[in-house]
């Protein structure tokens, strides 16, 4: 039951960026171009995203089990330190290069090609990257 | 504003809203993309298989709309070199700031939460002042 409701979570998470217009780097890069052609679309997605996901996360956080009986996990850590910030930039930086974060990329894997396929690459050998410092200490 | 989608984006994000609600309220988990994907196989045995299962989700997500009109087109800008350089970015850096989009942005703003909004605003100024530099003033693109 858990496999099936994260698969259908998965596609329905996939189909709203394609639906919203997230799985195209050209679109992306359109709002983050606020100096140029501003293409304010993915502020339109995001305020989509939290109009249902205020309500969802305002329930859960009442129950700390979930309706199929699962703890419900969320993050303990309320730190702006300069991991958080680091990270953010980094990440930043990438997404503004490419157009692409990972939900998009992840989804475009099938559809969009040779480019998709090194951008994913990439990005998984990013976060090995990083699961390696954690685990040697260097982060 | 020749692309601008106000309504297929609002509906788009309420289809991603109500993924974040399956969720959060089914599985207890937070659909922050990175930390799926990124703790694939770094999880525990017994918390893999969610992530196994939302990442195929994913993956087979566009055969799903293909079935009902055709795909929107992908169109990168981004050269070879560039593409690996802003994937290696993307990953180490949501990895390392615990989110992304979905995290921070969707799930974390979601929850009210200071800590995301604060890398919501530093990941998208960066991403802007990237775009702004590469296309504005180094002229690329």
């Given at each position: ?37 501003w ?8 305020l989509?995203a ?5 309500f ?10 979930s ?9 303990g ?20 290069i ?10 475009s ?31 | ?34 930390g799926i994907?990124?703790q ?11 992530r ?24 990168i ?7 690996v ?29 200071l ?21 504005h ?5």
């Amino acid at each position: 039951m858990i496999v099936l409701i994260a698969l259908l979570a998965g596609i329905i998470f996939g189909l709203g960026l394609i639906v919203g217009g997230m799985t195209n780097p050209a679109k992306v890069l359109a709002f983050l171009d606020i100096m140029g052609d501003w293409d304010p679309s993915l502020a339109f997605v995001m305020l989509g995203a939290i109009a249902v996901g205020f309500f969802a996360f305002r329930a859960a956080a009442r129950k700390p089990v979930s309706l199929l009986g699962v703890p419900v996990q969320l993050p303990g850590t309320r730190l702006i330190d300069r991991k958080l910030l680091l990270g953010a930039v980094l990440f930043g930086a990438g997404w503004g290069i490419a157009g692409f974060c990972p939900g998009p990329a992840v989804t475009s894997v099938f559809t969009g090609g040779v480019a998709v396929w090194l951008f994913v690459a990439s990005m998984l050998a990013g976060m090995a990257l990083h699961t390696l410092g954690v685990r040697r200490g260097w982060l | 504003m020749v692309h601008f989608t106000p309504l297929e984006s609002l509906v788009g994000g309420l289809l991603i809203g109500f993924s974040t609600l399956l969720m959060i309220r089914w599985l207890g988990k937070i659909s922050g993309i990175s930390g799926i994907v990124g703790q694939l196989w770094s999880a525990p045995a017994n918390d893999r298989a969610w992530r196994f299962a939302f990442v195929v989700g994913l993956l087979v997500s566009p055969l799903v709309y293909a079935l009902f009109a055709p795909l929107p087109a992908v169109q990168i800008v981004a050269s070879t070199p560039w593409l690996v350089l802003a994937g290696v970015l993307v990953g180490f850096g949501s990895r390392l700031g615990s989110g992304c989009t979905s995290g921070h942005g969707v799930c974390g703003l979601s929850r009210l939460s200071l800590r995301s909004l604060v890398a919501t605003l530093t990941f998208m100024a960066t991403a802007m002042l990237v775009v702004w530099l590469v296309r504005h003033v180094f002229l690329i693109g």
